[in-house]
Structures are given as C-alpha cells and as structure tokens.
C-alpha cells in the first residue's frame, strides 16, 4: 500500500531534550513539508522541501530543523531551542510541484508532550 | 445549518440535514482549491477539490462551489451523518507560491444523532 507513514504516535520528552520526528514515504512524490497542529487550530508550516537535498522554512521554523537526504524520508527534529514544542505534528507529501495542483497527502500525525 | 469564516467556528446540526461550511480565501491569484476532513487525532483526508475555472463540482453527497468574484468557497454535506463530524479546512493555492498550500482556520462540525 502507498501512503505516508509517522512514528512515533505518541511522543514525550523532558523539557531541553531534542527529539527527532519520524516521515516517510512511499508514494514516490518530490515535496514533503512539515506542519504543527495546536489545539482546536488550524495546520502551520513548519518546513517543506521541494526535491531532495533541498528544504526552506515555513512560517514558524524557529527551533526545528530538518534534513532531507533521501526523497522518501523527512525527519523533524524539535530542539530545546523551541520553547513550546507541545502539540500534534503532522507530515504531508505531494507530486512535483510543476506538474502538480497542490494537493497534499497526510501521515497520521505524531503528538509530542514535553513533561 | 452554516458557518463562516477562517477562525475556528464549531458547526452544529442534525442527523439527516444539510450542512454548509463556508471559507473566505485570501488571494485572487489562486487557482485551485481543496476541502479536507481532519477526525480526532488523525492527519487531514482530501474530500474534493476545484479548479478556478470552475463554479461548482459534485462528489458523493458533497457540493463545492466557488465564488471568485467575492473569493468565497463553500463545501455543502447532503443528509450529514455521525460519521461526518470533523473539522474542515479549505485550501487554496497557485503556481506563484510553488503550490504550496494556504489552509483556513477550519470549522469544527458535530452532527447531533
């Protein structure tokens, strides 16, 4: 089955501990972006990478940070430089951009606690 | 029932009526819109999709119709089921920003059996 996959589900962490969330997936798509989902908000854009080896910031990229070595693997790493790391975080993947509409598709998404 | 907006409005209704959530979007330039449906704890899930050059499209028990001269959208549920209930986000997008995508605030929909 094609899809995107997060681990893991539930994620906690003491507070000043990084923590690295995992992406990946299998639909053979160039785009992947990261989003953070607070309670009862809507989706913000953490970082997104358009083809491998390639990432930007999204609008609150402050104290994540990504790589993107492989085109079917994200990973986000939440540092202790991020003062509210608590929320739901949710990986998303779509085709290349240029021949593409912009639709994306989500993973099921990882909540990470800081205790 | 029917609700408006980019803030997070909760959207409540019968079993058996018909819903309407409505979205204002932000740019003229963009051409291509999307519903999704995001259940508890769960990643967002595509619903339906239009194209600008579009007024409406039709899938199963869902109607979109988009407005670009008040740069309105709106999804319409037929005969709203428990399993409908949700939060609904709509995005919009274009080629000037790399298709990425612009997501509303969404609207929480509870369908009261």
């Known amino acids: 089955d094609g899809g995107i996959t997060q681990s893991p589900k539930y994620l906690f962490r003491k507070e000043g501990q990084n923590v690295t969330l995992s992406c990946e997936q299998n639909?053979?798509?160039?785009?992947m972006y990261w989003y953070r989902q607070d309670p009862g908000q809507g989706l913000r854009l953490i970082y997104y990478?358009?083809?491998?080896?390639?990432?930007q910031k999204g609008d609150i990229a402050e104290g994540y940070s990504v790589s993107r070595e492989k085109k079917e693997s994200f990973p986000l790493t939440v540092t202790s430089a991020q003062k509210n790391p608590t929320a739901f975080y949710l990986c998303?993947?779509?085709?290349?951009?240029?021949?593409?509409?912009?639709?994306?598709?989500f993973g099921p998404g990882t909540r990470l606690t800081v205790l | 029932g029917e609700s408006v907006g980019l803030h997070l409005p909760t959207l409540s209704v019968q079993e058996g009526d018909n819903s309407i959530i409505n979205c204002a979007y932000s740019?003229?330039?963009?051409?291509?819109f999307i519903w999704y449906k995001q259940e508890s704890g769960k990643g967002p899930q595509f619903i339906i999709d239009?194209?600008?050059n579009m007024d409406k499209r039709q899938g199963q028990r869902v109607t979109v119709l988009l407005n670009k001269t008040v740069k309105h959208l709106s999804l319409q549920i037929a005969a709203t089921q428990p399993g409908d209930s949700a939060v609904y986000f709509c995005?919009?997008?274009?080629?000037?920003?790399?298709?990425?995508?612009?997501w509303g605030l969404g609207t929480s929909l509870a369908v009261n059996p």
């Open positions: 740019n003229s330039a963009s051409d291509y």
């Open positions: 995005a919009e997008t274009n080629a000037g920003n790399n298709r990425k995508l612009i």
């Open positions: 639909l053979n798509h160039d785009a």
């Open positions: 990478s358009q083809i491998v080896n390639d990432f």
């Open positions: 998303a993947s779509s085709i290349p951009l240029a021949g593409g509409t912009g639709e994306q598709f």
């Open positions: 239009i194209r600008s």
